[in-house]
């Protein structure tokens, strides 16, 4: 739980790491009056923010930086190094970007160095897709039909045009998998669990993961070969009785009963997807941060999804 300095004073954040999705992370924290930005980190950042910027994380802290929460926007692969170096060397809360690790061995590693209530109590994980508004709204229009049962299919489905990028941009990419797997999984996570992996196929640019849930099958498809971003989910209920279609790039959903329109929810907002994803990241953190989908237990179980294998326990 982010340590309060006295009631209303805003957090102090240190932001580590000013690449692509830092610039969200910025955004949201400049635009939210609890969080006030301290500090930032990077050895080649991509933009500059309004807080003394430095090199390493160590340097920042040296420096007598001392923030309620640091932030993880580094590439996946530096995630665990940093975790362990803030919660070795201050008493910051971490968020880190998702995934927290690939595997969930990196997980056992940090639990066995700092215990498992140094994890719950600090470490807090950015699975932002399940914080969309479009799924949120799935997720409470499903709660409000218990008639409906458990979903008898999740489908999710990511597309990226990765297949021709820059060799700066492709650097901080892992595979199609690993970068929209987390996501689809905290989507899957908001509908369905009591995973068990069916198959598994993951190339760089290309998966296909099945699973069986409890009352049904997950099916997870990603994919860089693609002429625009486009991600999109459908959770079918019954025999197909009663279908939600959801449109994570547009954040719009429908129902669809018997193939009639039911219910829609549209977007009138001015934010980007990432914001929306973010500010609900950001007031979860802030309002309940036991809020499970920043929690250790769902990056343990994407890891090991991710690992091709059905979560342990
Ligand atoms: N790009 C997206 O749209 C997006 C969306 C959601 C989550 N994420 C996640 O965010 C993470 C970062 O992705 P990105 O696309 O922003 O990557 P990026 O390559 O654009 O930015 C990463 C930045 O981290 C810096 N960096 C590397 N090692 C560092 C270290 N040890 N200390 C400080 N800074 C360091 C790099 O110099 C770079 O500026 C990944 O784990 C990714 O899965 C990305």
């Not at 934010?271 to 920043?294: F, N, T």
């Amino acid at each position: 739980m982010p340590p309060s300095p006295a009631p209303d004073a805003p957090l102090d954040v240190l932001l580590v790491g000013l690449g692509t999705i830092a610039r969200t992370h910025a955004a949201v924290i400049t635009r939210l009056d609890r969080l006030r930005l301290v500090g930032a980190v990077d050895p080649a950042p991509g933009f500059a923010v309004e807080a003394p910027a430095h090199r390493t994380l160590h340097e920042a802290l040296d420096a007598g930086t001392d923030p309620d929460v640091v932030v993880l926007a580094t590439p996946t692969d530096t995630h665990v190094g940093l975790v362990d170096e803030v919660l070795r060397t201050c008493d910051a809360t971490v968020l880190c970007e998702k995934p927290l690790a690939a595997t969930v061995d990196e997980i056992d590693g940090l639990e066995l160095r700092h215990g498992a209530v140094v994890l719950t109590e600090r470490v807090r994980v950015a699975h932002h897709f399940a914080f969309s508004p479009e799924v949120e709204w799935a997720r409470r229009t499903a709660e409000q039909h218990p008639e409906w049962g458990p979903p008898t299919r999740v489908l999710c489905v990511s597309h990226d045009p990765y297949g021709h990028i820059e060799d700066d941009r492709a650097a901080s990419l892992v595979s199609s998998w690993v970068d929209s797997g987390p996501n689809q999984l905290s989507v899957a996570a908001a509908f369905a669990g009591g995973w068990e992996v069916v198959s598994h196929v993951a190339e760089t640019g290309r998966s296909v993961s099945v699973l069986d849930h409890a009352g049904g099958r997950t099916t997870l498809v990603t994919n860089w070969l693609a002429g625009d971003s486009s991600k999109q989910s459908e959770i079918e209920y019954g025999a197909g009785g009663v279908r939600i279609r959801i449109d994570h790039t547009s954040m719009t959903a429908l129902v669809l009963r018997d193939g009639e329109v039911a219910e829609q929810l549209t977007y009138a907002g001015a934010d980007s997807r990432k914001v929306e994803h973010y500010l609900g990241v950001y007031r979860a953190l802030l309002d309940d941060p036991d809020d499970h989908r920043l929690g250790v237990p769902l990056a343990r179980t994407i890891a090991s999804l991710l690992e091709g294998r059905a979560p342990i326990g």
